[in-house]
């Protein structure tokens, strides 16, 4: 795992935070996770290869998993969907939502 040698402060804290999230959800965290700071929105985000997915936190938000959102962006025209984790407790869950909006879309 990689996590952003710029990260500081609130940020830093931020990115534990989707870390312990992930592990809580069952996610595999490997060397290809990188914990980051999305430069155009200023989320902190958790991004791997391994998921169609991405974790984030948005600038403004408290460390509970309410605050903690899944995003899913259509690498054909662009379009991102997301989800609030809040009453998510496996990626099963967040990989399965994927799976409808590629079939909705």
Do not use: R
């Not at 902190?44 to 959102?69: G, R």
Request: with cysteine.
């Amino acid at each position: 795992m990689k996590i952003n040698e710029t990260l500081q402060g609130w940020e830093l804290e931020k990115g534990l935070y989707l870390i312990n999230i992930a592990s809580k959800l069952k996610m595999e965290l490997n060397e290809y996770t990188i914990i980051d700071v999305n430069n155009n929105s200023g989320d902190v985000c958790l991004w791997s290869e391994n998921y169609n997915f991405s974790l984030y936190m948005p600038i403004n938000c408290d460390l509970k998993k309410s605050d903690v959102y899944a995003l899913y962006t259509d690498f054909e025209n662009g379009e991102e969907s997301e989800i609030s984790l809040k009453d998510i407790t496996h990626v099963n869950q967040i990989l399965d939502w994927c799976e409808f909006i590629e079939h909705t879309n």
